[in-house]
Antibody
Framework: QVQLVESGGGVVQPGTSLRLSCAASGFTFSNYAMHWVRQAPGKGLEWVAVIWYDGNNKYYADSVKGRFAISRDNSKNTVYLQMSTLRGEDTAVYHC???????????????WGQGTPVVVSS | DIQMTQSPSTLSASVGDRVTITCRASQSVSDSLAWHRQKPGKAPTLLIYKASTLESGVPSRFSGSGSGTEFTLTISSLQPDDFATYYCQQYDSSWTFGQGTKVEVK
């Protein structure tokens, strides 16, 4: 079955960097756009970034633009989120999610990974 | 950016109740609207996409309607598994979530 497993979260100090990974299985990874969505403690969902199935297009939320970078390795069925200059407000559980339709330009997110927690604190 | 506003923020209900959640967009999103359910400590799961299409495997007590700027999610007969938080998500222009509606036990 389709599975998304995030890793790489942890406790880091403000101003530092962290790279998250999301390993995918159970589908043809190179056919789907992939998203990162985060959820701060006790808060709702916030879309963070998306990368097209071929890696040629990437889009970011204004709150992370210029600090975060999404990438993918289709040979490893993995999508990454490189986070730099981290702030306290970046503290959240980070979920990866697959675009709902193959080769879709824009759509719903399904399924979701369980998430990896990131805590930014001094 | 398109803003999504859900109402109510919290809803108290009992098993067997009919429940309706509303999601309003700050501008038209056509039918580019999905609904997700999130249980505490778990990942969200897709319920409905394209405003009214039921995801495979989702019980038929869930239904969605609307287009443009106003949408609704209805649960025809609330089940114990449905006490959770529900989010709408637009994907017409970028991606945006509503703030969530928590369905709690009355």
């Amino acid at each position: 079955q389709v599975q998304l497993v995030e890793s790489g979260g942890g406790v880091v100090q403000p101003g530092t960097s962290l790279r998250l990974s999301c390993a995918a299985s159970g589908f043809t990874f190179s056919n789907y756009a992939m998203h990162w969505v985060r959820q701060a403690p006790g808060k709702g969902l916030e879309w963070v970034a998306v990368i097209w199935y071929d890696g040629n297009n990437k889009y970011y939320a204004d709150s992370v633009k210029g600090r975060f970078a999404i990438s993918r390795d289709n040979s490893k069925n993995t999508v990454y989120l490189q986070m730099s200059t981290l702030r306290g407000e970046d503290t959240a559980v980070y979920h990866c999610g697959r675009e709902g339709k193959a080769a879709a330009a824009r759509g719903w997110i399904d399924p979701w990974g369980q998430g990896t927690p990131v805590v930014v604190s001094s | 950016d398109i803003q999504m506003t859900q109402s109510p923020s919290t809803l108290s209900a009992s098993v067997g109740d009919r429940v309706t959640i509303t999601c309003r967009a700050s501008q038209s999103v056509s039918d580019s609207l999905a609904w997700h359910r999130q249980k505490p400590g778990k990942a969200p799961t897709l319920l409905i996409y394209k405003a009214s299409t039921l995801e495979s495997g989702v019980p038929s007590r869930f239904s969605g309607s609307g287009s443009g700027t106003e949408f609704t999610l209805t649960i025809s007969s609330l089940q114990p598994d449905d006490f959770a938080t529900y989010y709408c998500q637009q994907y017409d222009s970028s991606w945006t979530f509503g703030q969530g509606t928590k369905v709690e036990v009355k």
